[in-house]
């Protein structure tokens, strides 16, 4: 299980990978953005994240005490597309 993020302007270089590992450290912000939002980052499929949903996202992430170099990655694109008002692409396997 891993999942590809993607800006939605190029579908076709990553910006970042996530893997297992990674998807089961932020597993409580995935689901806790599922609660408040409805919005699923599904490990098998394709998921649209928008600028609002990005912010619930990284604010949860952000009280994560266990951040890979990965995660870190992460939450700076994140912030970047939330910055930039821009979707992102999470694309799962």
Same mark, same amino acid.
């Given at each position: 299980?891993?999942? &590809?993020?993607?800006?939605?302007? *190029?579908?076709?270089?990553?910006?970042?990978?996530?893997?297992?590992? *990674?998807?089961?450290? =932020?597993?409580?912000?995935?689901?806790?953005?599922?609660?408040?939002?409805?919005?699923?980052? &599904?490990?098998?499929?394709?998921?649209?994240?928008?600028? &609002?949903?990005?912010?619930?996202?990284?604010?949860?992430?952000?009280?994560?005490?266990?951040?890979?170099?990965?995660?870190?990655? +992460?939450? *700076? =694109?994140?912030?970047?597309?939330?910055?930039?008002? &821009?979707?992102?692409? +999470?694309?799962? *396997?």
């Amino acid at each position: 299980m891993s999942m &590809d993020i993607y800006s939605s302007s *190029d579908k076709k270089n990553p910006l970042v990978s996530l893997s297992g590992s *990674d998807i089961r450290s =932020i597993e409580k912000a995935i689901s806790m953005l599922k609660e408040k939002t409805g919005v699923y980052l &599904d490990p098998y499929g394709t998921t649209k994240i928008y600028p &609002d949903h990005g912010k619930i996202l990284l604010s949860i992430i952000v009280n994560n005490k266990e951040k890979t170099k990965t995660i870190m990655r +992460f939450m *700076d =694109i994140i912030n970047e597309y939330i910055t930039k008002n &821009d979707i992102l692409i +999470f694309e799962g *396997d």
